[in-house]
């Protein structure tokens, strides 16, 4: 079956560094787009980044424009989040999905991952 494996999170400071890895078995990974979503505690969950089945066009919501890079490894079959100036408001339980071919958005979303935990302290 499908499975989406997160890794990464942790704690970190305001102003650090954390990579979060997602690691896809169980489908062609290179058929699908992938992306990056959060819940933090009493929100609703929503989307960080995206990126094609190709690894191109990007996409970043606002909040983390500039500080995140959205990446890919086809041959690895993993995605990749590197956060980098970490805000306290960056603190919530991030999530991978994938969807066939197309970008995903928080309301369709073919494989859902387990999450994991990021804290930034001030």
């Known amino acids: 079956q499908v499975r989406l494996v997160e890794s990464g999170g942790g704690l970190a400071q305001a102003g650090g560094s954390l990579r979060l890895s997602c690691a896809a078995a169980?489908?062609?990974?290179?058929?699908?787009?992938m992306g990056w979503f959060r819940q933090a505690p009493g929100k609703e969950r929503e989307s960080v980044a995206t990126?094609?089945?190709?690894?191109?066009?990007?996409s970043y919501a606002d909040s983390v424009k500039g500080r995140f890079t959205i990446s890919r490894d086809n041959a690895k079959n993993t995605v990749y989040l590197q956060m980098n100036s970490l805000k306290p408001e960056d603190t919530a339980v991030y999530y991978c999905?994938?969807?066939?071919?197309?970008?995903?958005?928080?309301?369709?979303?073919?494989?859902w991952g387990q999450g994991t935990q990021v804290t930034v302290s001030s």
């Open positions: 999905a994938a969807r066939f071919h197309i970008v995903p958005v928080i309301t369709d979303v073919d494989y």
């Open positions: 169980g489908l062609t990974f290179i058929s699908y787009s």
């Open positions: 990126i094609s089945w190709s690894g191109s066009s990007p």
